[in-house]
């Protein structure tokens, strides 16, 4: 296949753990303050990556964040030694130190959006990494995100980085997550999908009551230009603010496209039919189909504790379409009925393969939370950094990797002890080597 849309896993981190800091999300709240088990996390994701890559998918890696971040700990503060930091920290403010020490850069849905050349004014790949303001832990990831980004897709002449936009609430941008396109062929010109919580300039639309929307409309138009996108090809649609605060709190929650497919709960946006022949208009000869889940088959509730939409939809090397779910949408009946179902039906999707990520999902990511879509022709393939690529061999080499360097378990008790400090470090700097990323953090620079 010359053309393909390859999936880019985020590694977790060595300091993965459940400091439940994401208010809003349902699965991150209630694990707060359990035990984590950062070695499982980590060789599951490795498992999904290679569960794809095993059926015939191009598949790539993604660095995790070098945490805890001490840079911004020093910023609030807190002074001496990295040791002296973080005793500072954990003694008078452990809330803090948790924020610096989250691993959630695991979840690259929220590291970027990404436009392909296809749908750029220059004829290249635009990546503009989310500011995620909305959430302190993980407004402290876009510079570092940026140079890993750059890292891996490093061609000039084939890739565009942009700044993240302005680090301000009114901007606020959540990446990928609230992002999805629509083609006829990956390498084809497409649609893309704009989905966002509320307006930050005029409070006369709708908005959530409970729960913060994270990914506000000028977020969203900002980046389309950046990109060098134009009417034509985006569609901005307002996500249901109800559904927002029952604990979906990014459209990949609720929502999922690819291709000509957008499989979609019935509550997910504002103004569903206006949207949905806005999208078909703009796709033109190109049918979409356009999958709806009824709420009395699949409640929020359901979709919510299972993830059913945030499973990944792709397309194999053979053209059918697969979704990738993980074990709870087995686990919870209606939705296994509905899954059962679906691949009966006359739509693309003729197949459901389940995978264990619970170590992910206790913290409140799925499937499709743990990767970055890129569609790319064939001269860009060969453009990316070729380390980050999982190979048979790179994936032995980072289990072997993660073996050595990840504790079994880690408690929130255990982020004021300063040799897990030194074994992330030691950790993160052997990756850079393996994945040939050149110094992109803080601790690499000086």
């Known amino acids: 296949m010359q053309h393909v849309e390859m999936n880019f896993d985020g590694l977790v981190g060595p300091t993965h753990n459940y400091a439940g800091l994401s208010y809003g999300n349902v699965a991150s709240v209630n694990n707060a303050k359990g035990v984590s088990h950062p070695k499982q996390a980590a060789l599951q994701g490795l498992i999904k990556m290679k569960t794809l890559a095993d059926l015939g998918m191009q598949q790539g890696v993604l660095a995790p964040q070098a945490r805890p971040d001490l840079s911004v700990l020093r910023r609030l503060g807190f002074s001496g030694t990295d040791a002296q930091v973080l005793n500072k920290a954990a003694k008078s403010d452990p809330v803090i130190l948790s924020a610096c020490y989250s691993a959630s850069s695991m979840w690259t849905a929220n590291?970027?959006?990404?436009?392909?050349?296809?749908?750029?004014?220059?004829?290249?790949?635009?990546?503009?990494?989310?500011?995620?303001?909305?959430?302190?832990?993980?407004?402290?990831?876009?510079?570092?995100?940026?140079?890993?980004?750059?890292?891996?897709?490093?061609?000039?002449?084939?890739?565009?980085?942009?700044?993240?936009?302005?680090?301000?609430?009114?901007?606020?941008?959540?990446?990928?997550?609230?992002?999805?396109?629509?083609?006829?062929?990956?390498?084809?010109?497409?649609?893309?999908?704009?989905?966002?919580?509320?307006?930050?300039?005029?409070?006369?639309?709708?908005?959530?009551?409970?729960?913060?929307?994270?990914?506000?409309?000028?977020?969203?138009?900002?980046?389309?230009?950046?990109?060098?996108l134009t009417e034509d090809n985006t569609v901005f649609a307002l996500q249901n603010p109800d559904v927002i605060d029952q604990g979906v709190f990014h459209n990949d929650v609720i929502s999922v496209g690819n291709q000509n497919v957008l499989f979609y709960h019935q509550q997910a946006f504002a103004r569903t039919e206006s949207v949905l022949d806005e999208i078909q208009r703009k796709m033109g000869h190109t049918q979409m189909h356009f999958i709806q889940v009824p709420t009395e088959q699949v409640t929020i509730n359901d979709a919510v504790r299972s993830y059913l939409f945030n499973t990944q939809i792709i397309t194999l090397p053979n053209g059918e379409m697969t979704i990738i779910a993980p074990m709870e949408c087995q686990e919870n009946p209606a939705v296994y009925q509905y899954l059962n179902d679906l691949v009966k039906q006359p739509t693309p999707i003729k197949h459901v393969q389940y995978i264990d990520v619970k170590q992910s999902m206790q913290n409140g990511g799925g499937p499709a939370c743990l990767r970055l879509r890129v569609a790319l022709k064939e001269h860009e393939q060969a453009a990316i950094n070729q380390h980050t690529r999982l190979t048979d061999a790179k994936f032995i080499e980072l289990n072997?990797?993660?073996?050595?360097?990840?504790?079994?378990?880690?408690?929130?008790?255990?982020?004021?002890?300063?040799?897990?400090?030194?074994?992330?470090?030691?950790?993160?700097d052997e990756l850079t080597q393996i994945l040939?990323?050149?110094?992109?953090?803080?601790?690499?620079?000086g």
């Open 111 to 228: 590291a970027a959006t990404v436009s392909p050349s296809a749908d750029s004014a220059d004829g290249k790949i635009h990546f503009t990494p989310a500011n995620l303001t909305n959430k302190f832990h993980r407004s402290i990831e876009p510079e570092v995100t940026g140079r890993i980004l750059r890292a891996t897709f490093n061609d000039p002449k084939v890739f565009v980085h942009h700044q993240h936009l302005p680090e301000n609430d009114h901007f606020g941008d959540e990446g990928a997550a609230n992002h999805t396109r629509f083609c006829s062929a990956y390498d084809q010109s497409g649609v893309e999908f704009f989905v966002y919580g509320r307006h930050s300039f005029d409070a006369s639309h709708p908005a959530p009551k409970k729960f913060p929307a994270r990914q506000t409309f000028e977020a969203s138009q900002a980046v389309a230009r950046l990109h060098g």
């Open 400 to 428: 072997q990797w993660v073996e050595k360097h990840y504790r079994d378990e880690l408690a929130i008790a255990d982020l004021a002890d300063p040799s897990l400090l030194l074994e992330s470090q030691s950790a993160l």
């Open 436 to 445: 040939h990323l050149g110094s992109v953090y803080p601790f690499q620079l």
